[in-house]
């Protein structure tokens, strides 16, 4: 088995116009609502993402956009996390919430070329021999994104 770190933590090059911002949003009660929803979620494929936010709210006022990628709430990564995961964060904050986002375009973490496959992939081994070398990717977010053949 080989080991390689791919990328280690933050250090994948942007050159786009992306920016992870921090904002805190502030309510009177516990009974106003934030005032965004949010859709896709880890088993969509997608991260989680602002979907509306209604003008005049703590979430407008705070300058969160539709659009914005949640990256973390509180204390709590969530771009593993579903809707209701979130939702439910979201529920158990009092009257300030801290939000890190990740605004604009996200790109994969690495461009992968396709090669043609010239042979079936079978799983199995045949004559103690592996015949199809399979690859893992471990994504920690403290550690970086590693492959694992």
């Not at 106003?32 to 602002?50: D, K, R, T």
């Not at 919430?97 to 996200?106: K, N, Y």
Request: with cysteine; hydrophobic share 40%.
């Amino acid at each position: 088995m080989v080991l390689a770190k791919v990328s280690p933590v933050n250090t994948i090059l942007k050159t786009r116009r992306n920016r992870i911002i921090s904002l805190v949003l502030s309510r009177s009660s516990i009974c106003q609502e934030w005032g965004f929803s949010i859709s896709g979620g880890w088993l969509e494929g997608q991260w989680i993402g602002v979907r509306q936010v209604l003008r005049g709210s703590p979430a407008d006022l705070a300058g969160l956009e539709e659009g914005d990628s949640l990256v973390k709430i509180e204390d709590d990564l969530v771009i593993f996390l579903e809707p209701r995961q979130v939702e439910e964060l979201l529920d158990t904050t009092e009257t300030e919430l801290q939000v890190t986002v990740e605004r604009g375009h996200i790109e994969p973490l690495c461009v992968c070329e396709e090669t043609p496959q010239t042979a079936s992939i079978n799983m199995g081994t045949k004559g103690g021999q592996l015949n199809k070398e399979m690859v893992t990717i471990v994504i920690n977010k403290e550690k970086g994104v590693w492959a694992r053949k």
